[in-house]
């Protein structure tokens, strides 16, 4: 397996504009989940998906963010509009539960770096 | 939230053993201590999981009391591609709350040459 992919893996991107970074989690994982990484905060988690429904969504700053997941193998975090505080390394993760070997443990992405100027 | 604490860093040399602690306190019946490596750029990465005593892969040993309040990640030999920070949690592995899946300032561990 390729792992968890993220798109894209660097944005710069202005105040106000719309930005949306994309995840395919490993194939056969039933969860998912979004974290956020600043010096400041270190990793947040925003949101996380059991089977593509979204379970918790405390951690998701504001309503400029929302996620999605709209089948087992992609979601989506969309910030809009998006603001200069926005900047940080959103990573996506997804976990296999279960007795298996391997299981329960989180298998991250290599993140997407968002600059907002 | 189940809180860990860590060193928020530690220094070490090629070769030396380095020994990584995490006080957890308020540690639950059912809970394990995890721990991930997260290296410059990249996301965090699964090295170790244990209950109690002790536990041993390629990677990393993992040294757990018996009051499991505390937890050691043990690195045999650090080569300078073992820097990097590294992570402690505490939580049911099979559990998706938050306290299992919240992640603390972690030790950022510098190994020079």
């Known amino acids: 397996d390729a792992g968890v992919i993220q798109s894209p893996r660097h944005e710069v991107t202005e105040m106000g504009q719309e930005v949306t970074l994309r995840c395919k989690p490993i194939?056969?994982?039933?969860?998912l989940f979004w974290y956020r990484q600043t010096m400041m905060r270190g990793l947040e988690l925003l949101i996380y998906f059991n089977n593509n429904v979204p379970i918790d969504d405390s951690g998701m700053p504001e309503d400029r963010f929302s996620a999605k997941m709209p089948n087992a193998s992609f979601s989506t975090l969309k910030i809009q509009p998006s603001e200069p505080r926005d900047s940080a390394v959103y990573f996506c993760a997804s976990r296999l539960t279960g007795e298996s070997s391997g299981a329960n443990v989180l298998t991250f992405g290599a993140g997407s770096r968002l600059t907002v100027l | 939230l189940a809180k860990t604490t860590q060193p928020i860093s530690m220094d070490s040399y090629e070769g030396q053993e380095v020994n990584i602690t995490c006080s957890h306190n308020n540690i639950a019946t059912n809970d394990y201590i995890t721990w991930y490596q997260q290296f410059p750029s990249q996301g965090p990465r699964f090295i170790i999981q244990?209950?109690?005593t002790k536990v041993t892969n390629e990677v990393a040993s993992l040294f757990i009391p018996a009051d499991r309040k505390s937890s050691t990640l043990s690195l045999p030999r650090v080569s300078l591609s073992d820097t990097a920070v590294y992570y402690c949690l505490v939580g049911v592995p099979m559990d998706t709350g938050r306290r299992a899946l919240t992640f603390g300032s972690g030790t950022r561990l510098q190994v020079q040459p």
């Open positions: 244990g209950y109690k």
């Open positions: 194939s056969g994982h039933d969860y």
